[in-house]
């Protein structure tokens, strides 16, 4: 087990007032329903992540569209306390660009409105579950997510890139 919190970005796609969930075939969390997603890779911006994610999971090409909130989630045994996973998840908003979302190999898709949502509520991650009500149903704005990139050479640093 790592010893760290693993990066993970989600974002859900918004269509007539409903979003994508994926059911997930893996542990943790087998069976539930998540909003779409992945680990970021080391040294990837988390607005790069989304969209590789979205693209290998639901097969969709989107354009990241901000940051909605930074959720960190610490998974705990109820019976010893010891903890199962620490998870730092980016929401991201997503714009939908083309493709139709289908079933990959990370589990099966469905929409849900709202009021699925709390119908489902039991069968949806918890932590995902508040994470749907608040930034994909709820009116948070977006933030932006800005990109640095430092370069290193003769004892000194300089700033290869950004959008600062």
């Known amino acids: 087990m790592f010893q760290h919190p693993l990066n993970v970005v989600v974002g859900s796609l918004l269509k007539n007032g409903k979003c994508l969930l994926i059911r997930r075939n893996k542990e943790p969390y087998k069976n539930y329903w998540a909003i779409p997603g992945g680990k970021v890779e080391y040294g990837e911006h988390i607005a790069d992540a989304i969209e590789r994610e979205l693209k290998e999971e639901i097969g969709v090409d989107v354009k990241f569209a901000g940051l909605r909130g930074i ?49 489902e509520k039991a069968a949806i991650i918890p932590s995902d579950y508040l994470m749907a009500k608040r930034f994909i149903f709820g009116e948070v704005p977006a933030v932006s997510v800005h990109t640095v990139r430092v370069l290193s050479d003769d004892g000194g640093y300089r700033i290869e890139h950004t959008d600062l």
């Open 71 to 119: 959720v960190s989630e610490v998974l705990r045994d109820s019976q010893n306390g010891e903890i199962g996973g620490h998870f730092l998840i980016w929401v991201c908003g997503v714009e939908f660009l083309s493709g139709e979302p289908a079933k990959q190999n990370e589990g099966e898709i469905k929409w849900f409105g709202p009021e699925d949502v709390e119908k």
